[in-house]
């Protein structure tokens, strides 16, 4: 069974500009979550999506937002980029919802803003 | 707010010693008590989890990890570790049937000396 895909897996962008992340999860996973890693705040969740509809959000702002496709698939999105939101974004997939299933990552989307 | 605290950041040990890395959480409900291992270059792999039933568990490449609820604790035990095992070692909480994203400790870096 094909794991967790992300793309892309590199983007550089300048502060100011938008981007838009990809995952694709484990196929018969409903839900999709995303977190961020960075060196000094080590991973935080950002949201979870469960059949299309999002079930959570961390302590992120506004700018940082997502949506979940009929076939599970989700995006995430981050608006007027700032220097600090340069990170590895992970997105993991679990059959379910996450309180009750493991969660399987992807390889991650290595965002520089400069 | 959920935390979890890994009391090792840096840890060196030497071909077949053995291993305990220490993680404890705070949250006043139940809980799912899981480990990751990121090996380098490579994405975050689930080793164990713990939702319920007995509190040992084992999980792969031999690693196993004790729930002790009263100490709010779940170290990672391997007898006998192997130079494969370098690699950055995060334990996770999350509520059991909710909708909250894991919760990560800052991540144990793990070397081990041939």
């Known amino acids: 069974k094909a794991g967790v895909t992300q793309t892309p897996r590199y983007l550089i962008k300048t502060r100011g500009q938008q981007v838009t992340l990809s995952c694709s999860p484990i196929s018969g996973h409903r839900s999709v979550s995303w977190y961020q890693q960075t060196p000094g705040q080590g991973l935080q969740f950002l949201f979870e999506?469960?059949?299309?509809?999002?079930?959570n959000k961390g302590n992120f702002p506004g700018r940082f937002s997502g949506r979940q496709f009929s076939n599970s698939r989700s995006e995430m999105n981050v608006s007027t980029l700032e220097l600090g939101d340069s990170a590895l974004y992970l997105c993991a997939s679990s059959f379910a919802g996450t309180g009750g299933y493991e969660q399987y990552f992807g390889p991650g989307t290595r965002l520089t803003v400069t | 707010a959920q935390s979890v605290s890994q009391h090792n950041h840096h840890v060196i040990l030497s071909e077949a010693a053995s291993l305990e890395l220490g993680c404890n959480y705070s949250?006043?409900?139940?809980?799912?008590l899981f480990w990751y291992v990121q090996y380098p270059g490579q994405h975050l792999q689930l080793l164990l989890k713990y939702f319920s039933g007995d509190p040992l568990v084992k999980g792969i490449k031999g690693f196993e990890a004790e729930f002790i609820k009263s100490k709010f604790s779940f170290n990672l035990r391997k007898p006998s570790v192997q130079w494969s095992d370098t690699a950055e070692y995060f334990c996770?909480?999350?509520?059991?049937?909710?909708?909250?994203?894991?919760?990560f400790g800052k991540g144990t870096h793990l070397i081990i000396q041939p």
């Open positions: 996770a909480v999350n509520e059991r049937g909710g909708a909250d994203g894991l919760t």
């Open positions: 949250y006043g409900g139940t809980v799912n």
């Open positions: 999506y469960f059949s299309e509809t999002q079930r």
